[in-house]
């Protein structure tokens, strides 16, 4: 075997790799849950009295969750699904957005819309950030994903990631043009959520552009200080902000079915004074 052989295996192998954005774990647990309640109800069937109304009860509220985060979270799984978020995203990037200069992608996970956009955009550089802890490598989140599936969707030299937390990120005032998140302004632990708004605001260039993808439901809203999305906007647009609005998943036409949209997902966009 020579090395042009040895060059030849690798890039056949690289060509069938294949990019990986998905929650494998999510599918487990709601898989658990399912089977936890049907087997809690069988041994209710089974047991008498006192054990069987346990098991009986036990196995309601296992099959209930399972199901309901099978209905409002489940394509999470689905690649279609994960295709169609990921193309709304750009969609809501093409009217707003020149496609070129620097891109922050705030708690990339495995690097979905930072990779997206670099494919889109072939004149952007973008970097991913992320503090991929512990619990979320149970997720499949690493930075090691992410280099993989940039590596595979060619677009390495333009799209790179580093470990960083999005509420205090090392970069320079107004070095970004572009700064987006999709799905992890929620997860970030912080008593006050409205922070995040305004690292992104300082990291963009004048007249640079954020877009937020994230679920804005009351209970997350209460995590920004605003009773609902008006307020929200509002705050937002005091921080030297215009153009501040929300487009919610519907209105963007990405259906995800079943009870998806209780949690109104959305892009929360604006631009930089
Ligand atoms: C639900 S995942 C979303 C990942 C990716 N953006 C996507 O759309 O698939 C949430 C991500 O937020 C990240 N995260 C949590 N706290 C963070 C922080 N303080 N700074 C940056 N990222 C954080 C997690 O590590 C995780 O990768």
């Known amino acids: 075997m020579n090395d042009n052989d040895r060059d030849n295996r690798g890039k056949l192998k690289e060509n069938i790799e294949k990019p990986y954005y998905g929650y494998r774990v ?26 069987s109304i346990l098991c009986g009860v036990l196995g309601v ?12 979270m489940g394509w999470v799984n689905v690649p279609e699904k994960i295709e169609l978020v990921k193309d709304k995203f750009s969609n809501q990037l093409e009217n707003v957005w020149a496609g ?8 990339t996970g495995l690097g979905r819309v930072a990779i997206e956009i670099a494919k889109q955009f072939p004149e952007a550089q973008v970097v991913g950030v992320d503090t991929w802890t512990k619990g979320w490598k149970l997720f499949g989140m690493t930075k090691a994903g992410a280099e993989r599936n940039a590596r595979i969707e060619n677009v ?54 954020f877009v937020i993808c994230d679920p804005f439901s009351g209970s997350f809203l209460k995590a920004y200080k605003a009773k609902n999305m008006p307020e929200l906007l509002e705050k937002v647009q005091r921080m030297d902000v ?20 209780i949690w109104e997902m959305g892009y929360l966009s604006g631009r930089k004074v």
């Open 156 to 209: 390495s030299e333009r799209c790179t990631f580093q470990t960083d937390s999005a509420l205090d990120l090392p970069f320079e005032d107004g070095e970004f043009q572009l700064v987006v998140s999709s799905f992890a302004f929620h997860e970030i632990n912080v008593s006050d959520r409205t922070v995040l708004f305004k690292e992104a605001i300082r990291l963009l260039a004048p007249g640079g552009v």
């Open 100 to 107: 070129n200069g620097k891109v922050l992608d705030m708690g």
């Open 61 to 72: 509220i296992l099959l209930s969750f399972g199901v309901f985060w099978h209905l409002s």
């Open 242 to 261: 215009e153009d501040a609005k929300f487009v919610s998943f519907k209105e963007a036409g990405v259906n995800l079915g079943r009870l998806a949209h």
């Open 26 to 51: 999510v599918k487990y647990f709601i898989a658990a849950l399912i089977a936890g309640g049907i087997v809690s109800i069988a041994l209710a069937i089974v047991f008498t009295t006192w054990s």
